[in-house]
Structure formats: structure tokens, C-alpha cells
């Protein structure tokens, strides 16, 4: 059985940083592809950012770029989620989630397996 455990989460001012891991339990970690989700409230949950199974490609959301990096230790089974500049519109449940890596649909929150709880983040102003 694979489990997917996000920690990390907390409460965060305007411009300032976290950093979220998921640790992946069962299953073959190094065949996964790894992405990360958040749902802000209203919204259906949507793409953060992903990860190949071996780290060589990484994949993120438009509002994402240049301030969030996703990356993986597979020898630890976990892969991470550095937040900085965070905005207040930042604030969501944060989610991991894993797929067999086929090479496609990364962003593609139904093409995923297995998924964690959620972490929650919330940026004050």
C-alpha cells in the first residue's frame, strides 16, 4: 500500500518561505512521478508543480515560477516543495501526489494515483 505524508505546513508572513516534504511509503518510489497540488478555498484542487522520476525535468504552475522549486531525494523516498515570496493568494491545503511516470500529464490532477492529506499554508498580509 502506498502513502503519501505531507509536512511542513504552517502559518507564513507576506515574503517569506516554507518548505513542504511528502514521504512516500511502499510502492517503487523511483518509478513515480511526483506533483504537488493545492486547493484554496472555492476552488477545485489545481497543479503547484511536478516532478520526473528521476528529477531530470521539472514542471510548474504559471503563478509558481521563479519562486517555488520542487525536488526529490529518492534514495529518502521524499520529495519537497520550497515556497519563497509567498503571497497571501498562496494560502491553500497543499498536496503531494504520485503516478507512474509515462512522460506525460504531469499537471493533470486526474492522472494521479495516490495522494497524500494535505498540509495547510496560510500567508498573511
Known amino acids: 500500500q502506498v502513502q503519501l505524508v505531507e509536512s511542513g505546513g504552517g502559518l507564513v508572513q507576506a515574503g517569506g518561505s516554507l518548505r513542504l516534504s511528502c514521504a512516500v511509503s511502499?510502492?517503487?518510489?523511483?518509478?513515480?512521478?511526483m506533483g504537488w497540488f493545492h486547493r484554496t478555498p472555492g476552488k477545485e484542487r489545481e497543479f503547484v508543480a511536478a516532478i520526473t522520476w528521476n528529477g531530470g525535468t521539472t514542471y510548474y504552475a504559471d503563478s509558481m515560477k521563479g519562486r517555488f522549486t520542487v525536488s526529490r531525494d529518492n534514495a529518502e523516498n521524499t520529495v519537497y516543495l520550497q515556497m519563497n515570496s509567498l503571497k497571501p493568494e498562496d494560502t491553500a491545503v497543499y498536496y503531494c501526489?504520485?503516478?507512474?511516470?509515462?512522460?506525460?500529464?504531469?499537471?493533470?490532477?486526474?492522472?494521479?494515483?495516490?495522494w497524500g492529506r494535505g498540509t495547510r499554508v496560510t500567508v498573511s498580509s
Open positions: 511502499g510502492g517503487t518510489f523511483n518509478s513515480y512521478a
Open positions: 501526489a504520485a503516478k507512474i511516470d509515462y512522460g506525460l500529464g504531469y499537471n493533470i490532477k486526474n492522472d494521479y494515483t495516490y
